[in-house]
């Protein structure tokens, strides 16, 4: 398993709160898939699949790429930046605490 990121979890951990989706919860669903003799490599991104197959050895490639890019609203709030966000942009700052409101908006 290849993670871009220094914490195994992608968007789930990202993106979704904590109090949806405690990182214990997380953690033991990535112990189980380890236990089963999957190997994690963390820290590193995955650009090119035919390298992956060709090149390192494997012999099938599963995507599970997330939804890295939100879609924009089609309301007419959607217009006005302070006022919306992106699902994805907003959701990757829940986990954190940072408001996704700005000053003038808030």
């Known amino acids: ?11 789930m951990r990202s993106n979704i709160p904590s109090f949806r989706l405690p990182a214990t919860v997380i953690d033991d669903e990535i112990g189980l898939i380890l236990d089963m003799g999957v ?13 992956l197959l060709e090149k390192q050895g494997f012999d099938a490639v599963f995507v ?7 879609k924009d609203s089609s309301c007419p709030a959607g217009a006005i930046p302070t006022a919306s966000t ?3 942009t907003g959701s990757s700052r ?3 605490g940072t408001s996704t409101r700005s000053a003038s908006a808030s």
């Open 1 to 11: 398993m290849f993670e871009r990121l220094a914490t195994p979890g992608g968007l």
């Open 39 to 51: 190997e994690l490599r963390l820290g590193h991104a995955v650009t090119s699949l035919r390298q």
């Open 64 to 70: 599970g790429s997330g939804a890295p890019k939100g």
């Open 86 to 88: 992106s699902a994805s």
């Open 94 to 96: 829940w986990p954190s």
